[in-house]
């Protein structure tokens, strides 16, 4: 999609060959080839689609809508079929309680439900998605089965790694890109973003906590206590997005300013009362939630980069804009968090044509190892 639009939406596209995504960010020029691919486009462009759709908005009769995640998602019948997995793989984690005895790392029954879960995502796939399938594979059973692992590499992505039992952001990103998977092949309807968000994003957040609590995962590429959450980044987009102005009129600039009127100010997550008010309702809270349910002592001492962020005075608009420029920094900029990441035909490993040349890397990527081309 033409970036050249005041508000891209991913673009609907059907590959010609399903390809099952593999990595290809060994070094820092691979992570600025990286930055220059359609691949991450496209994750920028989905991104921004979803966090606008959050947003409040005003309706034809006057009144204001606002995203709650009390809310009922409407979900169409793909939508539907993510969330019913998500169910089943949370009810399997009951199914494979934690071994005992003292351990320094992930416990170790995690793989077990990892193995558990590769067994049956095949069935799971069929089940949930078979229209989809058997509409973009017309007859073709290898088309279907090659269209089916491209997709189930980004979902068992996006549960963590259970060769070293942690999880972070890296597969938070792989989660958000089977999503984005899901809507280039058109299985999601136009207009759904904010129930993709609400519907499926968040109960992923609620299954990825319990797998953490359940397999005490590791935080994966963590920063230690200057980053801004050990495992998670998405709903600090969303949920800021939730509380930011209402768009008026509805094509109107992305607000970079203010808040909803009758929000909770920012620096009220210092207040466990007022989190335990909003977290049911607001993703942004529901994560900062999760972080007093771990964690012990004063929030500005555990979580000092949120707390400082807290601080922000303009409203959750500019708290959300800092932190969609965050996550391309620290997340998609990153080459410990994104040097897993796989690339198949639906984000590929092209070039984007119209990605601006820059004889700059970042200062992360130079720092990154260069493969040596051998001399002749």
């Known amino acids: 999609m033409s970036g050249q639009q005041a508000h891209p939406i991913l673009e609907r596209r059907v590959p010609a060959t399903f390809i099952t995504p593999r990595k290809r960010i060994e070094d820092g020029n691979d992570l600025a080839f990286f930055h220059s691919s359609i691949a991450y486009r496209d994750i920028k462009i989905f991104l921004l689609q979803l966090n606008r759709a959050i947003l409040p908005r005003l309706l034809q009769n006057g009144e204001v809508e606002v995203c709650n995640l009390q809310q009922r998602a409407e979900l169409s019948s793909t939508g539907t079929g993510v969330a019913a997995i998500i169910e089943t793989l949370s009810a399997l984690i009951d199914d494979v309680p934690p071994e005992t005895g003292p351990r320094r790392f992930g416990n170790v029954a995690f793989r077990t439900w990892y193995k558990l879960v590769e067994s049956k995502l095949d069935d799971l796939f069929d089940e949930h998605f078979g229209p989809v399938l058997d509409r973009i594979a017309t007859n073709n059973d290898e088309r279907r089965t090659a269209m089916r692992e491209e997709l189930k590499v980004y979902l068992l992505g996006g549960f963590g790694s259970s060769q070293r039992m942690d999880y972070g952001t890296g597969h938070e990103l792989s989660f958000l890109v089977f999503l984005g998977c899901l809507w280039k092949l058109s299985a999601f309807q136009a207009g759904e973003e904010r129930t993709i968000v609400t519907g499926l994003v968040q109960p992923y957040l609620v299954l990825m906590r319990k797998l953490i609590l359940t397999y005490t995962l590791e935080p994966a590429g ?36 203010s808040s909803l009127a009758g929000a909770p100010k920012p620096d009220s997550v210092a207040l466990k009362g007022t989190v335990l008010q909003y977290k049911d309702s607001n993703m942004y809270f529901a994560a900062i939630q999760f972080i007093y349910d771990v964690k012990t002592g004063p929030f500005w001492e555990h979580s000092p980069t949120l707390f400082n962020i807290s601080g922000i ?12 420029k965050m996550y391309d920094a620290e997340v998609l900029g990153k080459f410990p968090v994104v040097q897993h990441f796989p690339f198949g035909s639906l984000f590929p490993w092209e070039k984007d044509p119209d990605a601006q040349q820059s004889g700059q890397q970042s200062m992360h990527a130079q720092q990154q190892p260069t493969a040596q081309v051998p001399a002749p």
């Open 313 to 324: 005075k303009d409203g959750w608009a500019k708290i959300n804009k800092g932190m969609i």
């Open 222 to 257: 963590t920063h230690g206590v200057w980053g801004l959450d050990d495992h998670s980044f998405l709903p600090y987009i969303f949920g800021s997005a939730q509380l930011g102005p209402v768009i008026v009129p509805s094509d109107a600039p992305t607000p970079l300013t």
